[in-house]
């Protein structure tokens, strides 16, 4: 099989594998995901929206990772994290959006780990006006089930293929508490980030403990960017979905803060400077809806479809951390 070649290969080398007959079933399976997700948003009222790339600030609650800073005719600029931003502002447009949106991070370099991070990575961001965590946890389950249904339908030659046996979730999903993860996690011998999040090791540890996709609630406010509304002093109103069989992190999300002046609270509890931000500030005092959301990533998306080991070959042309590529 193709993975027999060595990762760097596979990237730098690209080009030469691309009529590979694994690549050529992956990536049309990467379409039809496409066109489910579209199909699916549209049918439930959604607009497709574009975000930038580069921009003045971005979102800082990205773990590990940093941004990567570019010179924009003498400004200083950054490339875009995530669209986080930007979703609050298309609250202005319409109640229901989304994004197929490209992000770019400077991760960790991890050397002999292809199968989890990429440093350029498209994610499918969506936003409800006046919707709760529950109500867009429902909906990213019907997502999924949708478009899981769609490939098992259209793309049976390629699944069988890849030797992937896909199997469509029942819903309600499974909901774990973020402190009941941890005990998890520690009674195997896995620990937290430094950030206060579950290490990538223990998600994964806690995928391989299930059999079908489940959620992971009430992260500590500490953990997560100034933009998820709190519960409480102890929780966030957000919520991760995770893969089953160790595939881990599929989406990340929850309710939003749109009130400046815990907007800037909650900035100076995660150690951001709110003179960044200006036009968020601008934006939110001219008033926007209260919204959730969630944040898909579709690399890791298709990993779990697919059944392929590493991230790197579920899009045409990747960029790994560390890693340019052609």
Same mark, same amino acid.
């Not at 669209?83 to 991890?110: G, Q, T, W």
């Not at 350029?120 to 089930?145: G, N, P, W, Y």
């Not at 046996?165 to 005990?183: C, N």
């Not at 968020?280 to 579709?298: K, M, N, Q, R, V």
């Given at each position: 099989?193709?993975?027999?070649?060595?990762?760097?290969?596979?990237?730098?080398?690209?080009?030469?594998?691309?009529?590979?007959?694994?690549?050529?079933?992956?990536?049309?399976?990467?379409?039809?995901?496409?066109?489910?997700?579209?199909?699916? =948003?549209?049918?439930?009222?959604?607009?497709?929206?574009?975000?930038?790339?580069?921009? !003045?600030?971005?979102?800082?609650?990205?773990?590990?990772?940093?941004?990567?800073?570019?010179?924009?005719?003498?400004?200083?600029?950054?490339?875009?994290?995530?669209?986080?931003?930007?979703?609050?502002?298309?609250?202005?447009?319409?109640?229901?959006?989304?994004?197929?949106?490209?992000?770019?991070?400077?991760?960790?370099?991890?050397?002999?780990?292809?199968?989890?991070?990429?440093?350029?990575?498209?994610?499918?961001?969506?936003?409800?006006?006046?919707?709760?965590?529950?109500?867009?946890?429902?909906?990213?389950?019907?997502?999924?089930?949708?478009?899981?249904?769609?490939?098992?339908?259209?793309?049976?030659?390629?699944?069988?293929?890849?030797?992937?046996?896909?199997?469509?979730?029942?819903?309600?999903?499974?909901?774990?508490?973020?402190?009941?993860?941890?005990?998890?996690?520690?009674?195997?011998?896995?620990?937290?980030?430094?950030?206060?999040?579950?290490?990538?090791?223990?998600?994964?540890?806690?995928?391989?403990?299930?059999?079908?996709?489940?959620?992971?609630?009430?992260?500590? !406010?500490?953990?997560?960017?100034?933009?998820?509304?709190?519960?409480?002093?102890?929780? =966030?109103?957000?919520?991760?979905?995770?893969?089953?069989?160790?595939?881990?992190?599929?989406?990340?999300?929850?309710?939003?803060?749109?009130? !400046?002046?815990?907007?800037?609270?909650?900035?100076?509890?995660?150690?951001?400077?709110?003179?960044?931000?200006?036009?968020?500030?601008?934006?939110?005092?001219?008033?926007? !809806?209260?919204?959730?959301?969630?944040?898909?990533?579709?690399?890791? =998306?298709?990993?779990?479809?697919?059944?392929?080991?590493?991230?790197?070959?579920?899009?045409?042309?990747?960029?790994?951390?560390?890693?340019?590529?052609?």
């Amino acid at each position: 099989m193709f993975t027999k070649i060595v990762p760097e290969l596979r990237i730098y080398k690209r080009h030469l594998f691309l009529d590979c007959k694994y690549y050529k079933a992956i990536f049309k399976i990467l379409s039809t995901v496409l066109k489910a997700v579209r199909d699916f =948003l549209y049918s439930r009222g959604f607009i497709e929206l574009i975000a930038p790339i580069v921009a !003045p600030v971005t979102d800082p609650g990205i773990r590990l990772a940093r941004e990567f800073t570019v010179d924009f005719y003498d400004e200083h600029a950054v490339l875009t994290t995530s669209v986080i931003l930007y979703k609050l502002a298309s609250m202005k447009i319409h109640d229901k959006v989304f994004f197929i949106a490209h992000n770019i991070r400077k991760e960790p370099e991890r050397i002999n780990d292809f199968t989890r991070y990429l440093s350029e990575f498209r994610q499918i961001d969506l936003e409800m006006a006046h919707a709760s965590r529950e109500q867009v946890m429902k909906l990213s389950e019907e997502l999924l089930i949708y478009v899981i249904s769609v490939v098992k339908r259209e793309r049976r030659d390629e699944l069988e293929l890849l030797g992937r046996e896909l199997k469509v979730p029942h819903r309600p999903f499974k909901v774990i508490r973020f402190r009941d993860a941890v005990e998890l996690a520690k009674e195997a011998g896995y620990g937290l980030e430094e950030t206060g999040e579950l290490s990538t090791e223990a998600e994964v540890y806690i995928s391989k403990l299930h059999k079908e996709p489940f959620w992971i609630i009430g992260f500590p !406010p500490e953990a997560r960017g100034f933009y998820y509304k709190k519960k409480n002093d102890e929780e =966030l109103l957000d919520m991760d979905l995770l893969y089953p069989e160790g595939f881990g992190e599929a989406a990340s999300g929850g309710e939003r803060e749109v009130d !400046p002046k815990r907007v800037r609270e909650r900035m100076i509890e995660t150690r951001v400077n709110p003179r960044k931000y200006i036009w968020l500030f601008e934006l939110l005092y001219s008033g926007i !809806p209260p919204c959730a959301g969630i944040g898909f990533g579709l690399e890791r =998306l298709m990993r779990y479809i697919t059944g392929v080991k590493e991230i790197i070959d579920v899009i045409p042309f990747p960029k790994a951390p560390g890693y340019l590529g052609i």
